[in-house]
Structure formats: structure tokens, C-alpha cells
């Protein structure tokens, strides 16, 4: 079994900044591709930014030049740095790893979610 867990989320004040967390671990052999996701109340979910297992990187046109992602290979670990942040920001934050297991199964797994609430 593969898990993720989240940390980092809380409450902000308009203009802050925070640093969510997601670790993974268990029966992992590899992961390529990870990514953040925010839902907002009374929204859909969307894709908030991605990174590859190479450093690539891919952003939400909301979120440029704001929130940085980043990736720590040997603690199978991706950050999701949030500066200058707006009250629009407020949802829950879920990441997503695609994992290979030690079985060689390729599957995506996800993070329970940590709510960021940015006050105004």
C-alpha cells in the first residue's frame, strides 16, 4: 500500500504566504509525475500546478508567478510554496502521486486534503 499525507495548510491573512507538504510512502518503487489540487466551496476541482520526475513544471494562469512547486526525490516528497496569497485561494489542497509499487503496478494515489483559508 502507497500512502500521502498532506501538511502545511492553516489560516492566512490576504498578502501571506504558506508551504503545503505531501510526503509519500509504503511499497514504492517509483513516481513520475506529481501534482496539487484545490476544490472550493460551491466549485469544481482543479489542477493547481504539476511536476514531473525530471523538474518539469506546468501552472494554473490563477496561480503564475504566486505558488511554486517543487520536488525532493529522496523523500519521495512535493511542495507546494503559495506566496502573495488571495482570498480566491481558499480550498482544500490535495496532492496526487503516480506511483509504480514495488509490485510494478502503476497507479495514482491521493492525499486526504488540507484546507488553506486566506482571510481578507
Known amino acids: 500500500q502507497v500512502q500521502l499525507v498532506e501538511s502545511g495548510g492553516g489560516l492566512v491573512q490576504a498578502g501571506g504566504s504558506l508551504r503545503l507538504s505531501c510526503a509519500a510512502s509504503?511499497?514504492?518503487?517509483?513516481?513520475?509525475?506529481m501534482g496539487w489540487y484545490r476544490q472550493a466551496p460551491g466549485q469544481q476541482r482543479e489542477l493547481v500546478a504539476t511536476i514531473t520526475n525530471g523538474g518539469s513544471t506546468n501552472y494554473a494562469d490563477s496561480v503564475k508567478g504566486r505558488f511554486t512547486i517543487s520536488r525532493d526525490n529522496a523523500k519521495n516528497t512535493v511542495y507546494l510554496q503559495m506566496d502573495s496569497l488571495k482570498s480566491e485561494d481558499t480550498a482544500v489542497y490535495c496532492c496526487?502521486?503516480?506511483?509504480?509499487?514495488?509490485?510494478?503496478?502503476?497507479?495514482?494515489?491521493w492525499g486526504k486534503g488540507t484546507l488553506v483559508t486566506v482571510s481578507s
Open positions: 509504503g511499497s514504492i518503487f517509483s513516481i513520475n509525475a
Open positions: 496526487k502521486a503516480e506511483v509504480v509499487t514495488t509490485t510494478f503496478m502503476a497507479m495514482d494515489y
